[in-house]
Every structure is written in C-alpha cells, then in structure tokens.
C-alpha cells in the first residue's frame, strides 16, 4: 500500500465562479470526498459506522492554504495522507495538486462525534486500528 491516497477531480463549470476559478470553498468538497475514499479503501464505510455504533467523523478543524487556483476543465488530485490517530481523532494532511504543481494545502483535524448524544467518543476499535496501520505505513 502506498503512504497516501490521491483522488482525481475534474473541475467542471458548477465548481467555478464567473471568472472560470474554482470557489474557494469547493476545495473543501473535494478534500471530504477524498478522505471518504481514503476510509473506503481502509474498509471504513461511513454509514456502517453510524448504522453500528452511532457515530461519524466530523471536521474539527481545518487550515487551508491557498496557493493557486485551479479552473474551468483542470484535472486535480487530491493527495491525503493519514498523519496521526489519537482514541477520538484523525489529523490528516491534503494537497491538491494539477500536473505536479501544489494549488491548495490542507490540514483537517476529525473527531469521532456520538450523534445521538451529540459528543466526541473514541474511535470504533477497528476504524482505529485500520488507520493506526495506515499512519505506521507513513512513518
């Protein structure tokens, strides 16, 4: 397994503003459905876990740095790597690059947040596990 997992985007005319650059803000959409992907390729399915034990990975924090814009008909990849696996949260580091060329760094911090009572709650033991393996193969 490789130490990070890259999703490729296409931006389409939805993902743009007037002028033909990706909003801002879209670039959070993308980072989201990476690091879905990222968990399904670990065999964490989001509904799974809320359907079992009630609970979800929610974002608690996020800095975004925004270095270049992507536009109208780019093809982007979205690179996650897993950083570090704590009992309630995941931080992540995601760049989104096009042909090599760094556009936007992220790093988002996730909490495993119990819905119904509606506070953070230690990782599923094998979520945990699964991504503890993960952030070894980065080290």
Known sequence: MSNSHQMTIRIYYEDTDSAGIVYYANYLK??????TELLRTLGIESGQMMDEFGVGLVVCRCHAEYLKPA???DEV???TT???????SIALRQIV???GCELV???VELGCL???IGRPMALPKHVRYALANKVNENS
């Not at 993308?30 to 690091?35: C, G, K, M, T, V």
């Not at 897993?82 to 309630?88: E, R």
């Open 77 to 79: 990849i979205i690179d």
């Open 105 to 107: 760094q992220m790093d």
């Open 114 to 116: 119990h819905f119904k």
């Open 97 to 99: 690059t096009r042909d």
């Open 82 to 88: 897993l950083q570090k696996v704590g009992g309630a």
């Open 30 to 35: 993308y980072a989201e459905r990476a690091r």
């Open 71 to 73: 536009v109208l008909d």
